[in-house]
Each structure stands twice: as C-alpha cells, then as structure tokens.
C-alpha cells in the first residue's frame, strides 16, 4: 500500500488530476475524451447508463486492499451493470473524493488499476472530477450501447424458463470472513473479495442468445433473482444440487466453522451473472442452477431454495 510521497493536497487538484489522466487509453468511438468540459462519443443504439459508488469503510479498507485493488474493482462493479443489461461498454466517468493527507501515489495507483481493468472491460475513462472529503470515496458513471439488441431487462422471466449463472458464488463473502479475522489466506478468496472476476461479454453473449432476463449478481444470489422474481412477477426455485462450493470456499468453512452454502446463496460482491433463458437456449459456459416457476406451483413472486422458503439473510443492503 503506497504510503509515502507527497500528498493529494501537496501535489494540487489540477497537477493531480494531469498525473492521473496521462496515459489513458482511447477508442475510435471517443472523439473528447479527458481535458475538456465534457466527453464525445458515440453509441450505436440506445444508451444505458448506471453509477456505482465505493466509499472507504463500506466497500473497501486500505488496510486490506492495494490501491490498484480499490481502482480495478470501482470498475469491475460498474460494467457489471452494462453487462447485466446485455449491452456493451462505451465510456465511464469517474468521481474522486479523499482526504488531502493521501498519498498522490496511491491516487495514482488507484487510476492504474482502473486503465488496467477498463482494457480488460473494453471501455474508455473519458472525464471525471475530484474534491476533499473525509474518506476515499469513488463515483463512477459508466455508459454503455445496446449495438442493435434490445436491453435485457429484470421483468422478462416467463414460467417455464431456467436460470442459468455465469462466474463464481460465495468466493467475496468467503474474503470477507477471512480479512475480517485478519488472514490474508486462501489467497484467491481474499482476491475475489479485494477484486471481482467479471466475466466480461458474458452479458452481450446472453442477449444474443435471446435471455429473458438478466441481473448482476451484486447482493447475493437469493437476494438479486428476488428482484428477478418480484419484476416478473413469478417465483423461481434454486436447485443446490447444481450450484459449485469451490474448494477454497470450503477449505475457509471448515476453517471457521461456518457452512459454505450460505456464502454462495447469501454472500455478495462476486458480481457474477445471473439470467433466465427458455430451455435449450442456454449459451456455453453458463450453468443452470434453476427454473422459474408456474404460478400454480407457487402463486407469489418468491425465492426458493431447494423448494422450500429461504430463512437466511438473503444477502447485502445498505441501510
């Protein structure tokens, strides 16, 4: 963790914000990127908007995560979104408040963590802005286009459908308990936790694939297919059978003595994918996991696990 050097206040607002810019990469769709009062580019399609805030003490410590950690995930968190529409990433902007002690080296880092997952995500930093505040806190807008598809929204899961995933469940949650009790080992946990594995294009590759509907998978699986359920309308039911329990989620839940499971139904921050598709339409490298009900099997639009009601925290919120 960068801890020595001058500091934001030291350095200055404009200086900083030209350190933090340099080098940002472009795409032949931005035709203004950083430097002026506003970005140009272009979409193809409708555009779809979302914003994601990362404060200090929330969703991040600096005694936990590097600073390049804190910069990949404010991105990762905020193209999931995109993803979760079925619509591709253009261009974000993003929003730096922080304290006027803090290292202008871990600002920097921080901004290189983004470059480096914004190129991995296919979208282009275009702007932003900074001010004081108390704690690291990070706003990121990111825009993205539907490139000739319709969005896919929470409200198209029909009866009949099967829910199908996309990435991992429960490794976050599994970080969590583990820096909370001051490890940093299984190391790909703590990873996951410190930095989401956002399967990029899986979205884009749901959409094409006709999904009825698509969440990201933020809060927690039972919690985000609730949404699902109450947008449609109608219930869906989780087969355990079909969910993985990674080997390292497991090796933390006989460390702890608590029951992996709950992580993987329960925990959020994976930002894995979740959607429902009619049978046969489910596209490679997606698991089904379970089915959306008919209302005379389960009139209310609902949750279930296994059949039954869940009674757990169905996940993360923040008030």
């Known amino acids: 963790m960068s801890s020595t050097g001058p500091t934001i206040a030291q350095v200055g607002e404009f200086p900083l914000i030209a350190s933090l810019v340099r080098d940002l990469p472009s795409s032949p769709a931005i035709s203004v990127g950083p430097g002026d009062d506003g970005a140009v580019f272009l979409v193809d399609g409708s555009a779809v908007v979302s914003t994601d805030v990362l404060v ?16 990949r995930k404010s991105v990762a968190v905020n193209v999931a979104d ?7 990433p253009v261009a974000l902007v993003v929003g730096l408040s922080a304290p006027g002690d803090l290292p202008a080296s871990w600002a920097r880092e921080c901004m290189t ?40 929204r929470r409200d198209g899961a029909v009866p009949g459908d099967v829910v199908a995933i996309r990435g991992r469940l429960g490794w976050a949650a599994a970080g969590l308990v583990v820096l909370g009790r001051g490890f940093r080992s299984p190391r790909a946990v703590v990873d996951a936790q410190r930095c989401p594995e956002v399967a990029y294009g899986a979205g884009r590759q749901a959409a094409l694939a006709g999904a009825h509907a698509m969440i990201d998978l933020s809060d927690g699986l039972v919690a985000d297919l609730g949404h699902i359920a109450d947008a449609s309308g ?14 390292p989620i497991v090796t933390v839940g006989m460390a702890t003595g ?5 992580w993987v ?31 005379q099997d389960a009139p209310e639009p609902t949750v279930l696990v296994d059949g039954q009601p869940w009674e757990h925290p169905g996940g993360w919120t923040h008030f």
């Open 258 to 262: 608590l029951d992996p499971m709950l």
């Open 82 to 88: 995109i993803e979760a529409m079925g619509a591709v």
């Open 265 to 295: 139904l329960g925990g959020g921050e994976d930002h894995a994918l979740a959607a429902t598709f009619a049978p046969g339409t489910v596209p490679d490298d997606w698991q089904v996991i379970g089915r959306v009900l008919d209302p």
């Open 56 to 71: 200090e003490g929330v969703h991040f410590r600096r005694s936990w995560s590097e600073a390049e950690d804190v910069g």
């Open 234 to 247: 109608f219930a869906i039911d989780i087969d355990t059978a079909r969910l993985d329990v990674a080997e």
């Open 113 to 152: 963590g983004m470059r480096e997952e914004s190129a991995l995500a296919g979208v282009s930093v275009v702007g932003g802005d900074t001010t004081g505040g108390p704690v690291v806190t990070i706003s990121i807008t990111v825009i993205g286009q539907t490139a000739g598809l319709a969005p896919v």
